[in-house]
């Protein structure tokens, strides 16, 4: 799906956060806190475009992603979807200054009615979601995305802070389904053989929650026979992102595709709620709920 306004008056729509779509502004209220870190969604738009200047420090400054010849100077990533996404934003409540000059880790989160107004999920360029989608008509979707974290702050408790929020979040919107794309850096599949021969023997989704790399950017992932892969130094050799979804019982998608704008490999994650391990749904759901309630 392409934006329908050009390119600059797009980003500039997006990063003033003026949108007849954007979601109203949510409750102030932290949905989860570990310590001096504290989650809880974009109240504002400084704090929508700090989130849009930690994703460009991440990806653009760290990991080398491209800009188009049409991306504007100013240092953010941003595209359409910010306007009718929420923003999922981890603080550091110990740095000094004004709350958006706290933000330290980000994810966006796109819901199915605020996608289906903006013609789809970001996730179906790459992705036959709507085909899934359509095969359970009862279920709310959810796409996480454009996930990352400050160096200094990529730790486990950073992680479980972003989780405590996420799943107040399904929990307040009934949320059935979470899915979205997650990345190895790099466009060559093969340099990541063993582990996405592993995630493509072991981690396929069921049947009834079968997902497919579109045809016309569909790469394989079953690169390597089973009994050349080792669980060990395959498990090593995945992102965190990756390994910290299948952990909470997440499977994984038919293909993978190749994003040369942000130099990644993708693979794509179906998380059914009721079937996620039950001690995540303990813990994190928990500590969603009494956080909605306090």
Known sequence: ??????????????????????????????LGRIGNLEVRLAQSPAEIAAAQEVR????????????????PADRRDADRFDLICDHLLVFDTSLPGPDHRRIVGTYRLLRQEAAAEAGGFYSNDEFELDKLIARHPGQKFLELGRSCVLPEYRSKRTIEVLWQGIWAYINQYEVGVMTGCASFHGVVPAAHAEA??????????????????VAERYCSMDLIPPEAVNMKSALAAMPPLIKGYLRVGARIGDGCVIDHQFGTVDVFIVMPVKEIAARYVTYYGGEGERRYAA
């Open 1 to 30: 799906m392409h934006a329908v306004l050009p390119e600059r008056e797009l980003h500039h729509a997006v990063t003033s956060g003026l949108s007849a779509t954007q979601p109203h502004l949510r409750s102030s209220k932290p």
């Open 56 to 71: 460009y420090r991440v990806f653009y400054d760290e990991l080398g992603a491209t800009k188009d010849e049409n991306h």
């Open 196 to 213: 996405l021969s592993f995630l493509a023997q072991n981690c396929r989704t069921s049947s009834d929650w079968d997902v497919r790399a």
